[in-house]
């Protein structure tokens, strides 16, 4: 068992092959490629990416289709590789969220850099997408239109 002391959830302890490696790390965090994975409650379609290597850094994830079916980031074959994937079923996305303190009504979701799991082999690693295609900062919460009359 592990045992870390985290700043958002206190003493956490957890079994080694529960943590997540994300291969070379995340985008402007170096160094850091040890994570566990918590859903934040059961019914919520929010999780926290907790670093091992760093008990101070969670970030929010969650899964991109839940909020826009239509994206579909190429992934590609040498990632699969790294990844070790065998089956289509082994491959999880996420992509990490931004909420701004008192607006969450505001929050943002990183479509340039999606995250991309295998269950199986408990491997990572964040994407880098072309930047035509989709915004590191696309608001989760949509605004509606008017009903037309």
Known sequence: MIK?????FGEMEFK????????????????????IIIRYQDDSP??????????????????PLLFKPDYDPPVPLSVNEELDIQAPGE??????VTIPAGSPQDMTANLLGPVVLNHRSRRAKQLVLDDRLYSHRFRVIQEKSPELK
């Not at 529960?18 to 160094?31: D, E, K, N, P, Y």
């Not at 491959?91 to 990490?96: D, K, Y």
Request: glycine share 8%.
């Open 4 to 8: 870390i002391n985290t700043k958002r």
């Open 16 to 35: 080694e092959d529960s943590m997540v490696r994300v291969l070379g790390g995340l985008i402007g965090l170096a160094g850091h490629e040890n994570f």
């Open 46 to 63: 929010f999780y926290w990416l907790q670093c091992v290597d760093d008990p101070e850094l969670a970030l929010v994830m969650i899964n």
């Open 91 to 96: 491959l999880a996305l996420f992509v990490i």
